[in-house]
């Protein structure tokens, strides 16, 4: 079963749509992250939870 690893992101009220989605593109482009949650408040902000897999090594023993 895979892992991961979650980071929140509140964007204001004040930051339009397409400023939200470059921020959203940035985290999943270069950090690699993916959409996990969505949630609009009442007063027009959002917040967002991010998810990335994690990649865990595994020993080898010889």
């Known amino acids: 079963m895979p892992e991961y690893e979650f980071v929140d992101v509140y964007v204001p009220r004040g930051v339009s749509r397409k400023e939200a989605t470059r921020l959203l593109t940035d985290h999943a ?12 408040r009442r007063d027009g902000s959002r917040k967002v939870r ?13």
Do not use: P
């Open 50 to 62: 991010l998810r990335r897999r994690i990649i865990r090594q595994l020993r080898a023993t010889w």
């Open 29 to 40: 482009e270069y950090g690699h992250w993916e959409l996990d949650r969505l949630s609009v």
